[in-house]
Every structure is written in structure tokens, then in C-alpha cells.
């Protein structure tokens, strides 16, 4: 990110690496006054990958060299430079469970700092030192013995209680990836589940209210995350991709790679 644009904090830029290819693209926010924040996009670059399987690096080197690659495309079509990028996180290693929280209610109505203290309290589970929490997401609320809240703030009660769905990845794969980026000389603002990424820029509330089920699917892998009434209730994916159907027609045709896909 350019240093006018972090002064503007108007331009953000995103990382996916990909089974496949990489890809970089660059967002600029229209933040002008009294104005509905709007997102354009200005630059994405593209460029093919075989340092990763399965949604982990296998090759430093070339995953790095890929990020380079993609970066100069997306800089060059935007004309912004690129330091900072959120990261897109996927893969075999991706796991996530449910947990729940309670706390006692301040001042008799529940605030914005109950929730954050209920949520650190469903948060405070048993992690194993080989994954990291990616995100908490809030599934609902219970105040005292009334179920199904999904916006407590301002209710009247005792007792605030929270139930959460935990993504967590493998340490040793979002550290490559980190590392990887940082060869490239690009800084990680931050990390984020390509699916839950997908899911926000495609799905509407109105499919997430009803049950929604998106397959977001890339060379290597189809990663999967399932809405339950407004809130995500499993994350999910599948070792299959678009190379095992490239892979097959090649086979079933006796043909190469390349005319196959």
C-alpha cells in the first residue's frame, strides 16, 4: 500500500495464493463525506504458481516468485504500490468448531464491552500450540433464558451467553505462507478464511438467513462454508479441484495437459 494511500487509508489490497496461480488485487474505497462507503476495484494481477498443494507451500522459492510476479501486474494496472496485503488463508489444515461463553451482565444492559467480554469468554478454549484461531464468529446470543438473539446490545438482563464458531489453521502452513510474502517484500496486515471472504463479497443477507451452502473451488481444492439462519454454522473443503478434472479428461481422451484444460 503506497504511503498516501495509508494516510487516505482508501486503498487495500488482497493476497490469494492459490493451488494454481496467484492472484493480487487492489481496492480503492470511496470514502468521501456523507457517502456510502463503496469499494472499486483498480488492479488485480495473475500469475501461474507450482510451489503449493493442497492449499500448503511446497516450494518457497517459486510461490515467492509467483507473489513478485502477480504484485508488478496488479501494481502496474492500478498504479499503486503495494506494501501491505491481507492475506487469504485455505486448505487442508483449516479446521473449526463450536464453543460458548457466558458472562454477567454490566449495569443490568448488555453494551458493545459484554460482548466482547462474552465473546474472549467462548474464545478461551484449549488450542493446540500447532494451530492458530483465525476468527471468532458469533453465531447467537442468550440473555438469561431468552435464545436466538443475534443483537443483544441494549436488552435488559443478568446473564449475557454466547455461542461461536472458532476457524483455526495450522501454524507451520500460515507461517509459509507469511514468509513467503515477506520474501516478496509485501507486509501481512492481516489473515482471512478464503471462504468466509467469498461468502462476504457474493452471498446476500438474505441467503444466509435461509441456509446457504458456497463451494468456492480452485485448481488444487473446493473450499467449502455453510450459512445457517444469518451466521456461519461449519467450514468445510474437499481435496478435489479443477486440475483432478483437467487430469481426467487428459486421461480419458489421450490428450496433454494443456489441450485437456
Not at 480503492?28 to 503449493?52: A, F, H, L, R, V
Not at 507473489?67 to 506494501?83: C, D, P, Y
Not at 452471498?203 to 458456497?214: C, Y
Request: a negative charge.
Amino acid at each position: 500500500m503506497s504511503k498516501s494511500a495509508k494516510q487516505k487509508a482508501s486503498v487495500i489490497a488482497g493476497l490469494d495464493i492459490g493451488t494454481t496461480r496467484v492472484v493480487v488485487i487492489v481496492g480503492t474505497i470511496n470514502s468521501e463525506p456523507n457517502s456510502e462507503q463503496k469499494m472499486e476495484i483498480t488492479g488485480i494481477g495473475t500469475y501461474p504458481n507450482t510451489g503449493m498443494r493442497l492449499g500448503a507451500v511446497v516450494n518457497i522459492e517459486a510461490t515467492t516468485e509467483a507473489i513478485r510476479k502477480a504484485r508488478e501486474e496488479a501494481e502496474l494496472m492500478s498504479g499503486q504500490m503495494i506494501e501491505s496485503v491481507w492475506l487469504g488463508v485455505s486448505g487442508t489444515h483449516i479446521k473449526s468448531f463450536d464453543s460458548k461463553g457466558m458472562v454477567a451482565i454490566k449495569n443490568k444492559e448488555v453494551s458493545p464491552e459484554d460482548i466482547d467480554r462474552v465473546i474472549e469468554a467462548a474464545r478461551a478454549v484449549a488450542v493446540p500450540t500447532d494451530r492458530k484461531v483465525l476468527h471468532v464468529l458469533p453465531r447467537e446470543y442468550k440473555v438469561d433464558s431468552q435464545e436466538g438473539i443475534f443483537d443483544p446490545i441494549g436488552m435488559s438482563g443478568i446473564r449475557l451467553e454466547a455461542n461461536v464458531h472458532i476457524v483455526t489453521g495450522g501454524v507451520t502452513a500460515i507461517q509459509n505462507a507469511i514468509k513467503c510474502t515477506e520474501k516478496a517484500n509485501i507486509r501481512v496486515e492481516g489473515l482471512v478464511l478464503n471462504q468466509l471472504a467469498a461468502a462476504m463479497a457474493v452471498l446476500s443477507e438474505d441467503e444466509k438467513n435461509l441456509g446457504v451452502a458456497l463451494a468456492d473451488m480452485g485448481g488444487g481444492t473446493c473450499d467449502l462454508i455453510y450459512y445457517q439462519r444469518g451466521s456461519v454454522a461449519c467450514v468445510s473443503f474437499v481435496p478435489v479441484g479443477g486440475q483432478h478434472f483437467t487430469h481426467d479428461v487428459a486421461v480419458g481422451l489421450r490428450t496433454p495437459q494443456a489441450s485437456a484444460e
